[in-house]
């Protein structure tokens, strides 16, 4: 069962451009994560966020989680060739917070930054 | 930090040919491992839960003869794809969750898998 609905699920954009993904839910997650995968590899996380309201910040990416802990977004600023990949979010629906369960995985956003 | 290895990377065999997948995790130990099945382009489906000393947990409508889940060890989880097909074909990923609050699965480089 797929919680977690990105959107858009494919964004092709030129170089220089901005973008946000969303992921959205209607169940509360004790932590959520983004990770980028590029093709024959596997995914390789960029940031969790655990905190309703929270905003992180990787250089060029930033990342919040909604004040309710049901939803997060992602916004790349000035997006390069290299941005390009499948963007996934992940969600731990253990109110606990991660005690080995599975994540539940986001629909998935394929990104391609054109140069 | 925490390191899964998986292999092969790439596999391309004949239709009918049983294939094995291994997934290690190289320095800590994983009672808990998951298996996933990817398509080109889109998210990651769960297969099944890999649990160390007892049978593995599949998903809904995962055939659990076709697809052979053996955890023997504390670092070692296995995907056996009997008498694969081509619809077989796809790319599968291995990963071991985290130990501690909030930390993240550790996941496989994954296998490329090409029935012909």
């Known amino acids: 069962t797929q919680l977690l609905e990105q959107s858009p699920q494919f964004l092709s954009i030129q170089e220089g451009e901005n973008l946000t993904v969303y992921c959205n839910s209607s169940?509360?997650?004790?932590?959520l994560q983004w990770y980028r995968q590029e093709p024959g590899e596997g995914p390789v996380l960029l940031v969790t966020?655990?905190?309703?309201?929270e905003v992180k910040k990787l250089k060029r990416l930033t990342f919040q989680f909604g004040d309710a802990r049901k939803d997060s977004s992602l916004h790349i600023t000035a997006a390069q060739p290299g941005d390009t990949g499948l963007y996934l979010c992940?969600?731990?629906?253990?109110?606990?917070?991660?005690?080995?369960?599975?994540?539940?995985f986001g629909t998935g956003t394929s990104l391609t930054v054109i140069p | 930090g925490a390191v899964v290895s998986q292999h092969p990377s790439w596999v391309i065999c004949k239709s009918g040919t049983s294939v094995k997948i291994e997934c290690r995790s190289l320095?800590?130990?994983?009672?808990?491992m998951f298996w996933y099945r990817q398509f080109p382009k889109q998210s990651l489906m769960l297969m099944a839960t890999?649990?160390?000393?007892?049978?593995?947990?599949?998903e809904q409508g995962v055939e659990k003869d076709k697809f052979l889940i053996n955890h023997a060890s504390l670092t070692l989880s296995t995907l056996t794809v009997t008498s694969a097909h081509p619809e077989d074909s796809s790319f599968y990923i291995c990963?071991?969750?985290?130990?501690?609050?909030?930390?993240?699965?550790?996941f496989g480089d994954g296998t490329r898998l090409s029935i012909l």
């Open positions: 990963s071991a969750p985290g130990t501690g609050l909030n930390q993240p699965q550790h």
């Open positions: 890999s649990n160390e000393g007892s049978k593995a947990t599949y």
């Open positions: 992940a969600g731990d629906p253990t109110t606990q917070g991660n005690t080995g369960n599975q994540f539940y």
């Open positions: 320095d800590f130990q994983a009672t808990t």
């Open positions: 966020v655990v905190t309703g309201g």
């Open positions: 169940s509360v997650f004790s932590s």
